[in-house]
């Protein structure tokens, strides 16, 4: 419990802080959307391509892993999806729901997670993940957005509209770019590389803040957002590592340490890409913002459970 709660704390920090800075005023209104565009823009960019230029194929050579992992995000990205769409939900904004409940927080808190319960062993496994979560995953919930956000119903001239739309679009952009100059083996000069660090490191960070700004925000909320909120914060904690699990140890039948790592990094609460999606698309972002809050207060019981289990049964 203690080191689940020491590496989630920055997390609160950041998001209080943000949270304390709207309420006084130290922010203006637009603190957040601006905040967001920087994140969207330039750092969570740099940050893609930057782990993307430096991804070796032989680090990403886990075909068993990238299954299981590719598999449980996936399905519970198609449960959401399915259920908000069933309730009448815009595609767009059941896209935004759906990454919510199926984008685990492999980058800020998977990394020292893994590394204080399985070493230095869970650097590839956790890489794996972050690339699946913020390329995959992400690249898959913007074409969704952008389908839904096109009004062409012919299917040629649809198609046309989206793939405009992702070409302009930097999320799509910066990791393709990076798997370009990794597979013609360049490598980034020193100057640029120090670049994108500044920039990749304010990613997280400045998404948080963000998130705390928009949580501050006073506005009507029905009893729908903290139900929806809930379901995928239930389907983000319990569904997700569980099918994980189950793929992994079941299906797959991975080796004891990558079945404990790959539930691990399934059980982690929800990253901020899908609050800043909501805020790119101008979606309404409650039920992203707070699926990201709840989930991350759940997984202080749902993490240190787990951890347990797994200690209990070393």
Not at 13 to 32: E, M
Not at 69 to 84: D, M, Y
Not at 210 to 230: H, K, Q, W
Not at 275 to 285: D, K, N, S, T, V
Request: aromatic fraction near 8%.
């Amino acid at each position: 419990m203690l080191s689940t709660l020491e590496i989630l704390l920055p997390v609160f920090a950041l998001i209080l802080a943000g949270f304390v800075c709207r309420r006084r005023g130290v922010l203006g209104p637009n603190a957040a959307s601006e905040l967001n565009r920087f994140v969207v823009w330039l750092a969570l960019p740099a940050l893609l391509f930057d782990t993307m230029a430096h991804a070796t194929w032989l680090q990403l050579d886990q075909p068993a892993f990238i299954a299981v992992f590719s598999i449980a995000c996936a399905g519970a990205f198609a449960f959401i999806l399915a259920v908000r769409l069933a309730r009448g939900l815009h595609l767009a904004d059941a896209s935004i729901d759906a990454i919510a409940a199926a984008y685990p927080n492999t980058g800020y808190i998977g990394f020292p997670l893994c590394l204080i319960l399985f070493g230095a062993s869970s650097l590839t496994p956790t890489t794996i993940a972050t690339i699946i979560v913020a390329c995959v995953l992400f690249a898959i919930a913007i074409v969704l957005i952008e389908i839904g956000l096109q009004t062409e119903r012919a299917p040629h001239r649809l198609g046309l509209k989206v793939l405009r739309s992702l070409s302009r679009n930097p999320l799509i952009v910066s990791p393709i770019a990076g798997v370009a100059l990794a597979a013609a083996h360049v490598a980034v000069p020193a100057s640029a590389e120090t670049f994108l660090k500044l920039l990749s490191g304010a990613a997280s960070p400045c998404a948080l803040v963000s998130l705390g700004l928009f949580l501050a925000e006073r506005r009507p909320a029905g009893d729908a957002v903290p139900r929806s909120a809930l379901l995928l914060t239930g389907t983000k904690l319990v569904v997700q590592p569980a099918l994980a699990w189950w793929l992994a140890a079941r299906v797959f039948v991975l080796p004891a340490t990558l079945v404990d790592m790959t539930v691990v990094l399934a059980a982690l609460p929800t990253g901020t890409g899908p609050f800043m999606l909501a805020e790119f698309y101008r979606r309404e972002g409650q039920v992203a913002s707070r699926t990201i809050l709840f989930s991350t207060l759940g997984s202080l019981v749902s993490l240190s459970a787990l951890l347990l289990y797994l200690h209990l049964h070393a």
